[in-house]
């Protein structure tokens, strides 16, 4: 059923339905949300303005120490720092607005596999997450490793950073649809959010910091990170498509 | 109509047979605990703590090869650490129960669960930290056991932060399942990404494995002493909310 276009449905009645499949469905609440952003382009602007700030912050913090300080040993740590942060923001907005418009109970209306809106609305916000890595991370780039010239190895830089926005997409999504129905969502979401995607981090960090740095051996470190942090996002992934059913109907 | 009757029977409920033993256990716990502290000092025998290479300062002092009396901290440590784990697993398979169900008794047992969890993991970390401090002179490190007894803690907190943040009681019930259900999963990813990727930075220690026959059996007492406690808290505090409970229901039929 997932493959084409649908079934065609008889009701009693003898009117002729087409029931879309499961993939027509997850395509339609996916364009919903990118078509929502292009018009109002309330969560890049946001994020991206976002990510700027939290560089120049990082600017300060390290205006003192640049000389001295191997930047390039801490520059996987920061970059994931400021992914982190930035994604908090984003995924706080991702159910905003959902729910102000009373979209959610609009899409909860429909006869759907609930996992489908967890699927559509990770890949949205992966999406998101991605277009305002494509402008950060070359600005990190500029801003901090510039002068001190990092490995060859840098462009391998793309595998951990999808990789773990990949996670932070799935388990965001997750949290961010219990914290949008709590007092506080924004601490809220924080609260949960940073613990629990620790290992992940933990991981990216290390796989980002091995080939910016690039010393001997980065690539054993570099795979070895890479396939813990692929581990955590397919259980973590699978776990929110079985729980979603239940956070969302709550 | 029986039906239902059989099922609220197989409920944990305020009043069955645990309740009665509960106090009892909690004393004969706390006079186990109470032995095992004396035993700790006075029948397992001195222990080289973790092994100094060479000389290192400790404590504000040169210390070469040194009888620890910070070893000591083992007994309750693990015990404790064992009893938190045990409690989580126990809030856990209720906050399953309670998404199979969705029977508001689950939840509380879940909580419950939770609440003796985050006591035991408190008292953990803290036992961990002094101990850290004297064997390895420092106060923390991000060496695998404690970064993940951090975020262990850390979750924990947060499951109570997300339940004072929501009002309905069967919402707060299934946010706070599901949290404990993905915390369950994540804490062990936890444990093996910190430990299986290499770094540098952090020491590498080696403890001789093993235990005596003195320190397995003083390990021992202390560890039957914290699970009565573990119990008899649980259930102690299972009746208190329960009765609770019970008389908010009471109200609000009188009221009607």
């Known amino acids: ?250 | 109509m029986s039906e239902t009757k059989r099922r609220a029977a197989k409920l944990p409920e305020a009043g069955q047979w645990p309740d009665r033993i509960a106090p009892w256990m909690l004393l004969a716990g706390a006079v186990l605990t109470t032995i095992g502290f004396l035993m700790a000092f006075f029948y397992a025998g001195p222990v080289n703590g973790a092994a100094v290479d060479g000389v290192e300062l400790i404590g504000g002092q040169m210390v070469s090869s040194k009888l620890l009396l910070s070893q000591k901290i083992f007994y309750f440590h693990m015990p404790v650490a064992i009893v938190s784990f045990a409690s989580l697993a126990f809030a856990g398979y209720y906050a399953i129960r309670f998404l199979m169900t969705k029977e508001q008794r689950f939840d509380t047992c879940s909580k419950i669960g939770m609440e003796i969890a985050l006591l035991f993991v408190v008292c953990t970390m803290v036992t961990g930290e002094m101990w850290t401090r004297f064997e390895w002179g420092v106060w923390w490190t991000w060496e695998p056991r404690l970064t993940t007894y951090l975020i262990l803690m850390l979750v924990v907190i947060a499951y109570f932060v997300l339940r004072s943040a929501i009002d309905e009681p069967e919402r707060r019930a299934t946010y706070a399942a599901v949290i404990s259900v993905i915390a369950l999963v994540d804490v062990p990813i936890c444990y093996m990404v910190t430990r299986l990727i290499p770094s540098s930075i952090h020491p590498v220690v080696l403890r001789e494995g093993g235990m005596s026959a003195d320190m397995g059996m003083t390990v021992a007492v202390v560890m039957a002493g914290m699970c009565m406690v573990g119990f008899g808290l649980y259930r102690l505090r299972f009746r208190q909310v329960r009765l609770a409970q019970r008389v908010e229901a009471m109200k609000e039929q009188l009221e009607d």
């Open chain 1, 1 to 250: 059923m997932a493959s084409g276009k649908g079934v065609d449905v008889r009701t009693a009645g003898g009117v002729a339905l087409r029931k879309p499949s499961t993939f027509q469905q997850y395509k339609t609440l996916l364009r919903k949300d990118l078509e929502q952003e292009f018009r109002t382009k309330e969560m890049l602007t946001s994020m991206g303005i976002y990510a700027l700030l939290v560089l120049i912050v990082y600017g300060a913090a390290l205006g003192q120490t640049a000389q001295a300080l191997d930047v390039l040993q801490v520059a996987g740590g920061l970059l994931w720092a400021l992914i982190v942060f930035t994604s908090l923001l984003g995924l706080n907005r991702s159910f905003g607005h959902e729910k102000e418009q009373g979209c959610l109970e609009g899409i909860l209306l429909v006869p759907l596999d609930r996992s489908v809106v967890f699927l559509a609305k990770a890949t949205s916000n992966l999406l998101f997450l991605l277009a305002v890595e494509v402008i950060s991370v070359p600005l990190f780039y500029f801003f901090f490793l510039t002068s001190v010239s990092p490995s060859e190895s840098f462009g391998l830089i793309v595998a951990p950073l999808f990789v773990g926005t990949v996670g932070m997409a799935g388990i965001g999504t997750l949290l961010s649809t219990i914290t949008v129905n709590t007092r506080g969502k924004d601490v809220m979401l924080a609260v949960l959010f940073v613990p629990l995607i620790f290992p992940l981090l933990y991981a990216c960090a290390s796989a980002t910091t091995a080939v910016v740095v690039g010393s001997d051996g980065y690539l054993d470190v570099f795979f070895q990170s890479l396939v813990l942090a692929g581990g955590y996002d397919v259980i973590m992934l699978l776990l929110g498509w079985v729980l979603y059913d239940f956070v969302i109907s709550a």
